[in-house]
C-alpha cells in the first residue's frame, strides 16, 4: 500500500512494488523466527558449511582408508572445510565489532510483581516521614497529594512502588554503606535509613502484602550497606537480588531494576545488569514523576 497526493490529500492506492516489499518483510520475519536471523545469506552460507564438512570427510577417509592416488580435487576438499571455518570466524569476530546497544522504552509500562531499587538519603523530609510512621499524619487512600509534599529524594522510589502496587509482591533495597572521609568523620549511608523507608511504605501501602529484601537477606558481605562507587560490588548486589527473586518464582521479565536512586555508578551498573536477555530497568522522571521503562539489547547494526 502507498499514498497518491491528490486534489482531495492522500489517497490510497496499491503498487505492485509495494506488494512486493511487504512479502520480503514477510519472508524476514519467518527466517527470524525459524533461523534467529533476517538474513537470505544464511541459507547459502549454511549450505556452504554441510558441503564442505561433506567433502572434508570423504577425502579425509578415502585419504587414510582407501588410500587412491593424491589429486588437486582431494586437496581442495581437504581444504574446504578448514578454510571455511576460518573465514566465518573472521567474520564473526568483524560482526562483533559492529555490536551496538538499543535501547527500546515501553510506552505503556506494566506493572511488575518485583522491584529492586537504589535507596537514596530520606533528605528534608525526615519529620514528614515521622509524622507518617507514628500515624501522627493520617494516609487515605488518595495518596497522590502526600507524594506532592515529599521535596526530596524518598518521592521517587515512593512513585515507583505506588505505580506498580496492583501486582507489586517484593522490594529489595540496595542502601549505600557508611563512608570514612578523609578526615576520619563518617558519612552516614542509606543503610541506617532503610529501616525507615520499610516502615513508611508499610504505612503508606498497608492494603498491599509487601516482601521486603533487605541487604542482610543478599548476603553477608552486604549486612553494612554497599559502597555506590564500587561497580563490581553493585553488580554484585543487583544481580543476587535478581537471583532472590528468582527463587520466589519472579521470572525476569516480571522484575524492574529502578536507576532513578543513588549515584551515576548506580544507574551505570543497574543498567549493566539489565543487559542480560528479557531484563529491564525504569526510571522515574523528576520532571513529571512519570514511569519510563527501557529494554536495552544488542544491535548488530550499529
Given at each position: 500500500?502507498?499514498?497518491?497526493?491528490?486534489?482531495?490529500?492522500?489517497?490510497?492506492?496499491?503498487?505492485?512494488?509495494?506488494?512486493?516489499?511487504?512479502?520480503?518483510?514477510?519472508?524476514?520475519?519467518?527466517?527470524?523466527q525459524?533461523?534467529?536471523?533476517?538474513?537470505?545469506?544464511?541459507?547459502?552460507?549454511?549450505?556452504?558449511?554441510?558441503?564442505?564438512?561433506?567433502?572434508?570427510?570423504?577425502?579425509?577417509?578415502?585419504?587414510?582408508?582407501?588410500?587412491?592416488?593424491t589429486?588437486?580435487?582431494?586437496?581442495?576438499?581437504?581444504?574446504?572445510?578448514?578454510?571455511?571455518?576460518?573465514?566465518?570466524?573472521?567474520?564473526?569476530?568483524?560482526?562483533?565489532?559492529?555490536?551496538?546497544?538499543?535501547?527500546?522504552?515501553?510506552?505503556?509500562?506494566?506493572?511488575?510483581?518485583?522491584?529492586?531499587?537504589?535507596?537514596?538519603?530520606?533528605?528534608?523530609?525526615k519529620?514528614?516521614?515521622?509524622?507518617?510512621?507514628?500515624?501522627?499524619?493520617?494516609?487515605?487512600?488518595?495518596?497522590?497529594?502526600?507524594?506532592?509534599?515529599?521535596?526530596?529524594?524518598?518521592?521517587?522510589?515512593?512513585?515507583?512502588?505506588l505505580?506498580?502496587?496492583?501486582?507489586?509482591?517484593?522490594?529489595?533495597?540496595?542502601?549505600?554503606?557508611d563512608?570514612?572521609?578523609?578526615?576520619?568523620?563518617?558519612?552516614?549511608?542509606?543503610?541506617?535509613?532503610?529501616?525507615?523507608?520499610?516502615?513508611?511504605?508499610?504505612?503508606?501501602?498497608?492494603?498491599?502484602?509487601?516482601?521486603?529484601?533487605?541487604?542482610?537477606?543478599?548476603?553477608?558481605?552486604?549486612?553494612?550497606g554497599?559502597?555506590?562507587?564500587?561497580?563490581?560490588?553493585?553488580?554484585?548486589?543487583v544481580?543476587?537480588?535478581?537471583?532472590?527473586?528468582?527463587?520466589?518464582?519472579?521470572?525476569?521479565?516480571?522484575?524492574?531494576?529502578?536507576?532513578?536512586?543513588?549515584?551515576?555508578v548506580?544507574?551505570?551498573?543497574?543498567?549493566?545488569?539489565?543487559?542480560?536477555?528479557?531484563?529491564?530497568?525504569?526510571?522515574?522522571?523528576?520532571?513529571?514523576?512519570?514511569?519510563?521503562?527501557?529494554?536495552?539489547?544488542?544491535?548488530?547494526?550499529p
Amino acid at each position: 500500500m502507498k499514498y497518491k497526493q491528490g486534489s482531495n490529500g492522500a489517497e490510497k492506492g496499491m503498487s505492485f512494488i509495494r506488494r512486493n516489499s511487504l512479502q520480503a518483510k514477510k519472508w524476514r520475519a519467518v527466517l527470524l523466527q525459524t533461523l534467529g536471523t533476517d538474513s537470505y545469506v544464511f541459507i547459502p552460507v549454511v549450505l556452504l558449511i554441510v558441503l564442505s564438512m561433506a567433502w572434508f570427510a570423504n577425502s579425509t577417509y578415502s585419504l587414510f582408508i582407501t588410500a587412491p592416488p593424491t589429486t588437486w580435487r582431494m586437496v581442495v576438499c581437504l581444504v574446504s572445510f578448514p578454510v571455511t571455518f576460518i573465514i566465518l570466524v573472521l567474520l564473526a569476530r568483524k560482526q562483533l565489532r559492529k555490536q551496538a546497544i538499543s535501547v527500546a522504552e515501553d510506552a505503556k509500562p506494566a506493572r511488575v510483581r518485583g522491584l529492586i531499587i537504589f535507596l537514596s538519603p530520606m533528605g528534608p523530609d525526615k519529620e514528614f516521614v515521622k509524622s507518617i510512621v507514628d500515624g501522627t499524619q493520617q494516609v487515605d487512600e488518595q495518596k497522590s497529594s502526600y507524594l506532592q509534599r515529599f521535596t526530596g529524594s524518598w518521592r521517587m522510589p515512593l512513585e515507583s512502588i505506588l505505580y506498580h502496587i496492583d501486582r507489586l509482591e517484593y522490594v529489595v533495597l540496595i542502601p549505600s554503606a557508611d563512608h570514612r572521609k578523609d578526615d576520619g568523620d563518617i558519612s552516614p549511608g542509606t543503610i541506617r535509613e532503610t529501616q525507615h523507608f520499610i516502615d513508611l511504605v508499610s504505612r503508606m501501602c498497608a492494603e498491599a502484602s509487601l516482601g521486603f529484601i533487605e541487604p542482610s537477606d543478599l548476603g553477608t558481605e552486604f549486612t553494612e550497606g554497599i559502597d555506590f562507587e564500587d561497580c563490581q560490588f553493585l553488580v554484585r548486589a543487583v544481580e543476587r537480588g535478581f537471583e532472590l527473586l528468582e527463587a520466589k518464582r519472579l521470572r525476569d521479565s516480571q522484575i524492574l531494576v529502578d536507576i532513578t536512586g543513588g549515584q551515576k555508578v548506580t544507574t551505570f551498573a543497574g543498567a549493566v545488569v539489565c543487559l542480560a536477555e528479557g531484563r529491564k530497568f525504569q526510571y522515574v522522571s523528576t520532571r513529571d514523576f512519570k514511569i519510563r521503562i527501557y529494554d536495552p539489547t544488542y544491535d548488530p547494526e550499529p
